[in-house]
């Protein structure tokens, strides 16, 4: 009887140790589990979205930082792997200086002190905005590979040639006439050889008459045909050297080329570039002006180099990187340690747009009373890539204008007394410019 509580108190020992030991391995099983969810969580989310951390970037951090060149800020191309190797700083020390930067250079930190005083003493923007997930998703997009750019077939010719496809179509035209020319002959010559076997046919005796007065000598003897030939080369000569004498001076289509290639396309057109930021003075003034450099380096301190998709098999990225590189050179700006050299050149930009010295154009009157837009007189310019002149900027072409153009008088003062004395003196509701007195000579020539 004693064994068998024995035997019994030994198996209900081993059944408890059995179940104590199962649960304890299920709670170390659901610990592992909780902890490798965590640990997976927090990876994942301090991988973070290069996608999301791009559009971040160019938001927040574009003006002042570029990936793989230093501009305002320093370079940020795996920063967070390059602070952890040389500097043993880790993420959160990157989380205190995005959100504020000033707070942790007056806490001593000496990496934060050595890097504000690098950069002059610039101090970065505060965003205190930005949460965990978006400076994850930053830092994923600055650990991306440097991708090397697409290149461009046929990029590497720079388009100074553009006349190569006129060449092309020139070439053709020579040709179809060459061609045409070659037909006509081939067919006098057989119509001649068939009207002479015609003749044979026929009897018809095929010789030069002796006595038949050449055709030039009819002519020149015949005096009413003497006359009327001399008036007529008399008038079409006079008619062709007024015609030609009416272009001089006249530059329309000229497209000079300039020390520094300027495409108003990607300026005017692409980015949208009010035309009046660069030529400020055409608000004001009499002159449009051409823009210092400092108003070009206001955008080129930071853009030093065109997208891969603005390169075309005319003008190659490298064309437009070089073209930026002149700009530097004159501005006296050294773009690796982003300051003045104090060693400027100015630029010998070729005018293209010139009046005659007697005629007087004021941008300001037509610009800004007038309210004329810039294309009205200078064409699409924001499709222009090399600017060139649209217009022949003549006396009549001026004319015509005026006589065609209503003035705009809503909103505008100016016009506000001697639109209503001319109006009725007209009979009008809109007055052109011409009834406005654009037609006097004094206005332009003076």
């Known amino acids: 009887m004693k064994k068998s509580y024995q035997s019994l108190e030994v198996n209900l020992t081993n059944n408890m140790r059995k179940v104590i030991h199962r649960k304890l391995s299920t709670n170390f099983l659901r610990l592992g589990l909780v902890i490798l969810l965590a640990f997976t969580s927090a990876l994942s989310a301090q991988e973070g979205d290069s996608a999301k951390g791009k559009a971040l970037f160019n938001a927040n951090c574009a003006a002042c930082h570029k990936l793989d060149k230093k501009m305002t800020g320093p370079a940020l191309r795996n920063v967070e792997a390059r602070l952890s190797d040389e500097q043993g700083l880790d993420r959160d020390w990157l989380y205190a200086w995005i959100r504020n930067s000033a707070g942790v250079i007056k806490s001593g930190d000496s990496y934060a002190n050595k890097i504000y005083n690098e950069y002059g003493g610039a101090a970065m923007t505060a965003f205190p905005q930005l949460s965990d997930d978006d400076l994850n998703n930053l830092l994923a997009y600055t650990a991306e590979e440097k991708k090397e750019p697409a290149a461009v077939p046929g990029g590497a010719v720079v388009a100074q040639n553009t006349g190569s496809s006129n060449g092309i179509s020139n070439q053709i035209i020579l040709g179809a006439l060459a061609i045409l020319f070659i037909l006509l002959a081939a067919g006098l010559y057989v119509v001649n050889k ?3 076997r015609f003749a044979l046919a026929q009897n018809i005796e095929i010789g030069e ?30 008619y062709f050297v007024f015609g030609y004498l009416s272009q001089i001076g006249v530059d329309q289509g000229y497209e000079p080329v300039q020390p520094i290639h300027y495409s108003h396309k990607i300026h005017a057109g692409d980015n949208g570039i009010d ?24 955008c080129h301190k930071s853009i030093y180099e065109v997208s891969p998709e603005t390169a075309t098999k005319e003008y190659s990225k490298e064309f437009y990187d070089g073209e930026i590189q002149k700009l530097y050179k004159a501005a006296g700006w050294d773009d ?89 003196k007209y009979g009008v509701e809109n007055l052109t410019a011409a009834q406005m007195g654009g037609l006097e000579c004094g206005k332009c020539h003076y």
Not at 385 to 413: F, S
Not at 419 to 424: M, R, V
């Open 275 to 298: 035309c009046k930021y660069c030529h400020s003075s055409a608000r004001v003034s009499k002159h449009s002006g051409i823009p210092s450099l400092n108003v070009c380096m206001n």
């Open 336 to 424: 690796a340690e982003q300051k003045y050299t104090g060693e400027s050149s100015p630029v010998k930009w070729v005018r293209i747009h010139n009046l005659p010295d007697f005629a007087y154009f004021n941008h300001s009157q037509h610009v800004t009373v007038a309210g004329v837009e810039c294309q009205t007189c200078h064409g699409p310019v924001e499709e222009m890539e090399v600017m060139y002149q649209h217009a022949p900027l003549t006396m009549g072409w001026c004319i015509n204008c005026h006589r065609e153009t209503n003035i705009d008088v809503k909103d505008n003062a100016y016009y506000t007394k001697i639109h209503e004395q001319l109006s009725k």
């Open 209 to 238: 008459d002796s006595k038949r007065t050449p055709l030039w000598k009819a002519f020149v003897q015949n005096q009413f045909l003497m006359i009327v030939v001399a008036i007529l080369f008399l008038l079409s000569s006079a």
């Open 194 to 196: 068939t009207l002479r």
